[in-house]
């Protein structure tokens, strides 16, 4: 009996095994078309209509998912490695090119995306500079584009003893690993290099992730050189000892106006605040959400925050300095002001 239920046993992870190995790239490869389908569709129109936004609000948004970068390379690698459905890019060449230049466009976009926010969040590079250096991305790869199909282009034919050679292959069983189309391999190792780049890219990426924010300090100092725009520290009406305090923001380039950013950093509930510059209003009433708002304003001044309607639990927000990094935490009663003196550097 016992051998019995051990075979049994046995029998099944025999079928198990197997189908978790075939059903988990099937599961996982459905689970990302269903998360990230605006950017697997629309790859690079989506993050150059993203980078504009950035541009024309001035606020920082959320990186493109990395791990959709990585997983369309090795769908293109693959389908170049598999050989029957690299049968559909013989039939159809001008398939290769495409999604090439539609994989190489979206690293370049990815990279410009990146800049740009690191200009809008902590202002890394001036507006100038990082509108230059994403161009600059793109111009560089495109001109890598246009050498590369110069040097290996699709179009040329194949000769007909390279296709004798390939068939004779294919009839007497072989894995017919060489294409019909001409430079094949070359195509194939421009995606396997670019699948690497991406990689190493990811991890540059990762590594310049801002740690998670420790919530115990923030609450007692209130301010921040960590933060990210935008940064969630509750996800319910909290205060955990947040208290109404007035700031100077030292450090700031005498005579040049600078970007200041607003959110919620606590529960959305219709917040609204007004926003005053050496007593003189810039924005009468101000919804606050957990997406900045950007306004800029001049150096030296007073900026003032007066609470102007309150749902309940606190009235509290985020201010971020991004030319000093500097992110602070507070709250405001309705009718009540905080104040933030804009200091300029000695």
């Known amino acids: 009996m016992k051998n019995s239920n051990a075979s049994s046993a046995a029998g099944l992870g025999c079928l198990v095994v197997p189908l978790i190995i075939v059903l988990s790239p099937i599961l996982f490869f459905i689970y990302m078309i269903d998360t990230y389908k605006k950017e697997i569709f629309f790859g690079p129109l989506y993050i150059i209509y993203a980078s504009i936004k950035v541009l024309v609000l001035e606020v920082p948004a959320s990186n493109f998912p990395y791990g959709v970068l990585l997983f369309l390379g090795v769908i293109l690698y693959g389908s170049m490695m598999i050989p029957k459905i690299r049968a559909l890019y013989d039939e159809l060449p001008v398939l290769i090119p495409f999604l090439q230049m539609c994989f190489l466009t979206l690293i370049a976009s990815i990279i410009g995306f990146y800049i740009l926010n690191a200009w809008a969040d902590n202002q890394t590079y001036s507006k100038v500079e990082a509108v230059l250096l994403t161009v600059t991305t793109f111009v560089l790869m495109r001109l890598f584009m246009s050498y590369w199909y110069y040097s290996f282009p699709i179009s040329s034919k194949v000769t007909r003893e390279e296709e004798q050679d390939i068939q004779a292959i294919r009839v007497n069983g072989g894995s017919a690993s060489q294409s019909l189309l001409p430079h094949g391999s070359m195509h194939k190792n421009l995606v396997l290099f670019a699948l690497i780049f991406v990689f190493f890219l990811t991890m540059f990426f990762l590594g310049n992730i801002p740690p998670a924010l420790d919530t115990n300090k923030l609450m007692k100092e209130q301010i ?70 950007a306004f800029t304003v001049p150096v030296p001044s007073v900026i003032t925050i007066k609470g102007i309607h309150d749902q309940g639990g606190g009235l509290t927000y985020a201010v971020k300095f991004p030319q000093t990094k500097y992110t602070f935490f507070n709250i405001v009663a309705v009718n009540g002001v905080n104040t933030y003196t804009l200091m300029p550097a000695p």
């Open 224 to 293: 921040s050189r960590e933060a990210a725009a935008g940064a969630i520290l509750f996800h319910g009406e909290e205060k955990n000892g947040i208290q109404a305090k007035n700031f100077e923001v030292p450090g700031l380039n005498r005579s040049v106006s600078t970007r200041m950013l607003i959110w919620d950093y606590n529960l959305e509930d219709n917040d609204k605040v007004q926003i005053l510059v050496d007593g003189k209003p810039i924005h009468d009433s101000i919804v606050l959400t957990h997406t900045p708002v």
